[in-house]
T-cell receptor, first 113, second 117 residues
């Protein structure tokens, strides 16, 4: 039972354009959501997060949107750069359940120069 | 951001031997650390939650006698894969939560690739 899903395994985008990554969840108890970036053979790097009391959080080129009613969040990267090519994981946590993170399956992003 | 160091980055061992992996929070104290496992082209699967000064909490299906976790200090947690077998070959990653901030952000180590021959 996958509680966090990233339905697009891969995404290809031209440099300078917007990358939009999507993530859906089923557990209504999740109250905090995060996006991580991961290169092969490395640990994930934290990018941006959002609390369930907000619907948008922005940090530089990265913006995360949360639609609680749809149990959906998205990560926008604009403008996309070749160095953004990596696997992106969304993760969710339930503060009442020990703050464990549940990860989605990941989306591989390729930014073409 | 907070820095988590994981060592070794790569280890090759013979079947039946034990391997210890260290995870250190370098610039913050971590009362809680987490151990994950990642198979090729799959997501991160939480193995256990490591709590400083107490026993680790294992996820369903993870053998606690196989994967020994020790969190003896606020900056160090270790994972020991005991009597390793080829099926234990995987990428193991630790993370730590910075207790100084309210947000539940986990910072990850670089991971350890374990190859059991």
């Amino acid at each position: 039972d996958q509680q966090v899903k990233q339905n697009s395994p891969s995404l290809s985008v031209q440099e300078g354009r917007i990358s939009i990554l999507n993530c859906d969840y089923t557990n209504s108890m999740f109250d905090y959501f995060l996006w991580y970036k991961k290169y092969p053979a490395e640990g994930p790097t934290f990018l941006i997060s959002i609390s369930s009391i907000k619907d948008k959080n922005e940090d530089g080129r990265f913006t995360v949107f949360l639609n609680k009613s749809a149990k959906h969040l998205s990560l926008h990267i604009v403008p996309s750069q070749p160095g953004d090519s990596a696997v992106y994981f969304c993760a969710a946590s339930d503060g009442a359940a020990g703050n464990k993170l549940t990860f989605g399956g990941g989306t591989r992003v390729l930014v073409k120069p | 951001g907070a820095v988590v160091s994981q060592h070794p980055s790569w280890v090759i061992c013979k079947s039946g031997t034990s391997v210890k992996i260290e995870c250190r929070s370098l610039d913050f104290q971590a009362t809680t650390m987490f151990w994950y496992r990642q198979f090729p082209k799959q997501s991160l699967m939480l193995m256990a939650t490591s709590n400083e000064g107490s026993k680790a909490t294992y996820e369903q299906g993870v053998e606690k006698d196989k994967f020994l976790i020790n969190h003896a200090s606020l900056t160090l947690s270790t994972l020991t894969v005991t009597s390793a077998h080829p099926e234990d070959s995987s990428f193991y990653i630790c993370s730590a939560r910075d207790g100084r901030i309210a947000k539940n952000i986990q910072y990850f180590g670089a991971g350890t690739r374990l190859s059991v021959l």
